[in-house]
């Protein structure tokens, strides 16, 4: 009998508990052009949580191989990833034994040329920072998707998201989802990007937690008898760790730690070839997600540039100040990195005020904003406001900023 | 690099790397053409093209020496691929003609166990053999956990755990492996505690094959590392303690490192192997074809 999944321990069909004539979900799909998938396939509207709609999206991203440990609150959408798996829509997976050891694995798998999907949050992404730090070195496409969660001590479980901050200088591609509906876009999106020869990254797409992981939210969806195009392996910026390319003395990790000025000069070429390629993936993104930036009422005084779950309720502030007559504008960020530098100087360029809403303490947003816009406008921008440690942010917080702002700024 | 994958035309041969050449027509990655085991032997080490040639380490280094036969019994070379970490070994294993996946300390079975099953995925066809190469420091002290998770989930990898007894690449601090007592670096006053029993660790996981030995036979050593590659092929995971001093650490003097090895091979780390009933089997199996094959010329 054929063996079904190419599994390290050969598992048949009927080892698995599955008939013998037993057709994995994912041999019943259609791969489809990833650009007729994101603008041009038919979409139903679906009510889920946003750990259902990574799994459809995992459902049509064609995943190899998925590992995970489990973690609140991303233990669902990896279990999800498990029912995947035995419905034959993902070919291996298991539990790892920590984030270490689960990131480390699936840089390995990645190496072998295949698909490789993982999923962490908070704590979990914090013991696993040092595998993580090293995929884009490695230039191993990995898709990982972040239930962002506090990391502080006191321990706590609720949504904050300062752990994107530790991800902003990897060489990492940082997709940052509003809602449930980003959270089943992005992933594919990122998958697809990350996987072009030109850039040959991984990325994260990151969600706040609970409020889109756990709540439910209108989602439009493509049909499940579609599914991105597998991952080719002989596709990539560096030859997979497969033993098929020559020539023969090959050692595409090369420790390069030898104290001489040869080896300081590949280091940091190799390191500004890592974030060239961060800088080359804006096309791919541009292309599948219409844009980096997506901006409400353009030319508008005052403007709100945020991130995430920020943007959700920084919407319904824009749309009480249209209630009451006033313009307000939004710049809403899609991609953390590579970071929209030109898009959101033009959305803002005759801004008087802007005001950067963060669910995390240190505001890093606000910073990587002031960074790109320093010197460049006139406009003021204002630190904040920000909540954290798992509190909400009421519309009403963002439109007292708003009014008080608009005291000190004439 | 597969023989089967890269067929270069003739008309193309000469201007192939020289190495790659090299190791096809005088050396170990053409000589199993139609064989179910390669043939190089180790007996005529000198006399072919060999997978790891040139290295940096220390004149008199035990552990170069077993690096090189474990590339001589490798069955299946040019579909192998060795993933190792921080430490003396790295440096030999990085120059030889096959991968090396250079990872963080202390994640080796980690990383080998994703490549292991990605390789699966990707060439269901064409088995690929995966070999930890790696420290006593790197395996079971930091690589602790991932070993141990390894061999409980039966990877498919073989773990060859070069076993120098102290962190050499460092400067010569303690780890598990060393004997208790032992005055180094970071044990001023001798290593607390006793030298972790490795291989009772991989008895308790299950390890299907399991061997320890020090490089002073060094067809013995290809043996044993071809039956650990061939048992993590088919059957379940693998694992070699090899005993590779450090001369410097340990003051070894160069001319005597081969005399220390059959010294504390007398004295505490003779040839062992602990075999399953599978694994036995199939290599019984195995061995017997190749015999067999033998005798029938």
């Not at chain 2, 023989?3 to 096809?24: H, I």
């Not at chain 2, 505490?268 to 602990?274: A, P, Q």
Request: with cysteine.
């Amino acid at each position: 009998m054929a063996n079904v999944v190419g599994s390290s321990v050969c598992r048949t069909a009927v080892d698995e508990g599955k008939p013998a004539d037993w057709v994995p979900g994912g041999e019943k799909q259609t791969v489809v052009d990833p650009m007729k998938m994101f603008h041009e396939l038919p979409r139903e509207k679906q009510f889920i949580t946003g750990s259902e709609a990574a799994r459809e999206s995992m459902r049509r991203a064609n995943i190899d191989i998925a590992i995970a440990y489990p973690i609140t609150p991303q233990s669902e959408s990896m279990q999800q990833a498990g029912y995947l798996y035995d419905e034959g829509y993902i070919k291996e997976y298991y539990r790892a034994e920590e984030e270490i050891g689960t990131f480390s694995a699936i840089s390995g798998a990645s190496r072998a040329g295949v698909r490789s999907l993982t999923a962490t949050s908070g704590p979990g992404l914090m013991r696993g920072l040092e595998a993580v730090s090293s995929w884009p070195g490695a230039r191993t496409p990995i898709i990982m998707l972040n239930m962002c969660r506090v990391i502080n001590t006191p321990l706590a479980i609720q949504p904050d998201n300062i752990e994107m901050s530790f991800l902003l200088n990897t060489g990492i591609l940082m997709l940052h989802a509003e809602n449930q509906q980003d959270f089943y876009d992005y992933p594919l999106a990122a998958i697809m990007a990350s996987e072009q020869v030109d850039v040959t990254l991984p990325a994260v797409v990151s969600t706040d937690g609970f409020f889109v992981t756990h709540a439910r939210g209108p989602v439009s969806i493509t049909p499940e008898e579609y599914k991105l195009p597998p991952r080719d392996g002989w596709r990539s910026a560096v030859p997979a760790m497969d033993n098929e390319n020559p020539p023969a003395r090959l050692s595409r990790d090369a420790p390069i730690q030898k104290s001489n000025f040869i080896s300081y000069h590949m280091h940091s070429s190799w390191q500004q070839e890592v974030f060239a390629a961060v800088e080359r993936s804006a096309k791919y993104f541009r292309a599948y997600l219409g844009g980096l930036v997506e901006v409400v009422n353009p030319g508008a005084e005052d403007f709100i540039i945020a991130s995430g779950c920020a943007v959700s309720q920084a919407r319904e502030a824009v749309r009480q100040e249209g209630e009451k007559g006033r313009t307000v504008g939004l710049v809403k960020i899609k991609t953390i990195r590579p970071f929209p530098t030109e898009e959101i100087f033009e959305a803002v360029k005759g801004a008087k005020r802007i005001l950067v809403p963060e669910f995390n303490q240190a505001g890093w947003l606000h910073k990587e904003v002031c960074s790109v816009l320093y010197g460049r406008t006139t406009g003021v921008i204002k630190n904040g406001p920000r909540v954290y440690g798992g509190m909400t942010m009421p519309t009403e917080m963002i439109l007292e900023w708003l009014a008080d702002f608009r005291k000190e700024v004439k | 690099m597969s023989l089967e994958t890269l067929r270069p035309s003739p008309a193309f041969k000469d201007v192939l790397p020289v190495e790659y050449k090299d190791l096809v027509d005088h050396g170990p990655y053409n000589n199993r053409n139609g064989k179910d085991s390669q043939s190089v032997k180790v007996t005529d080490m000198g006399k072919f093209k060999e997978v790891i040639e040139e290295h940096p380490m220390c004149a008199g280094c035990a552990m170069t020496l077993f690096i090189r036969l474990v590339y001589i019994g490798m069955p299946n070379p040019e579909h192998s691929i060795v993933v190792g970490t921080a430490g003396c070994g790295r440096l030999a294993i990085s120059q030889a003609s096959v991968p090396f996946v250079y990872g963080n300390y202390g994640d080796t079975n980690a990383v080998a166990s994703g490549l292991k099953r990605g390789l699966e995925v990707r060439f269901p066809n064409q088995k690929k053999d995966v070999v930890v190469m790696a420290g006593d420091g790197g395996l079971i002290d930091i690589g602790f956990q991932g070993l141990m998770h390894s061999w409980f989930r039966h990877e498919k990898f073989t773990t060859i755990m070069l076993d120098n007894e102290v962190y050499g690449n460092t400067g010569g601090q303690e780890s598990g492996m060393t004997n208790q007592g032992k005055v180094l670096k970071m044990a001023p006053r001798g290593k607390f505690g006793e030298k972790i029993d490795a291989m009772g660790l991989a008895k308790v996981a299950g390890v299907d094959y399991i061997a320890r030995l020090a490089p002073t036979n060094p067809a013995r050593v290809a043996r044993t590392v071809r039956r650990a590659i061939m048992v993590a092929r088919e059957v379940g995971s693998s694992f070699i303690q090899a005993y590779t001093s450090c001369n410097i650490e340990y003051s070894i003097p160069t001319p005597d490192v081969m005399k220390d090895a059959f010294e504390i091979e007398k004295e505490r780390y003779g040839f062992e192997e602990i075999i399953s009933p599978a694994a036995k089997e199939y290599l019984d199996d195995v061995e017997k074809k190749a015999k067999k094959k033998k005798s029938d010329k």
